[in-house]
């Protein structure tokens, strides 16, 4: 059973820079698509980077290309999300998931593994 715990997250002024920690438990980490997600209150959840097994292919939304970095260390099973140049429409929960296989990599309908979150706070 897959179990991921977010953490990192925080209170940072605008232009700021956060890195967001996931933790995997579980078997085959070294073979997933591993996303993170966000969710503002009041909307629904977005998605924010992909990230293949090998690390060596990624995708990012349009309001985050640029200023977010994904990344992945498969030998500590622990997924990265660099974030800098933070604005304050990038608050939100953040949450990391694993893809479950079928579906977009885009939908977060495709992830069946989900953390808990971790709230992250940019102020102006």
């Known amino acids: 059973q897959v179990q991921l715990a977010e953490s990192g997250g925080g209170l940072v002024q605008a232009g700021g820079s956060l890195r967001l920690s996931c933790a995997f438990s579980g078997d085959s980490f070294s073979t997933l698509i591993m996303d993170w997600f966000r969710q503002a209150p009041g909307k629904e959840r977005e998605f924010v980077a992909s990230?293949?097994?090998?690390?060596?292919?990624?995708s990012y939304a349009e309001s985050v290309k640029g200023r977010f970095t994904i990344s992945r260390d498969n030998a500590r099973n622990t997924l990265f999300l660099q974030m800098n140049n933070l604005k304050p429409e990038d608050t939100a929960v953040y949450y990391c998931?694993?893809?479950?296989?079928?579906?977009?990599?885009?939908?977060?309908?495709?992830?069946?593994?989900w953390g808990q979150g971790t709230q992250v706070i940019v102020s102006s």
């Open positions: 990230v293949l097994w090998n690390g060596l292919g990624a």
């Open positions: 998931a694993a893809y479950k296989g079928t579906g977009s990599t885009y939908n977060p309908r495709s992830f069946d593994s």
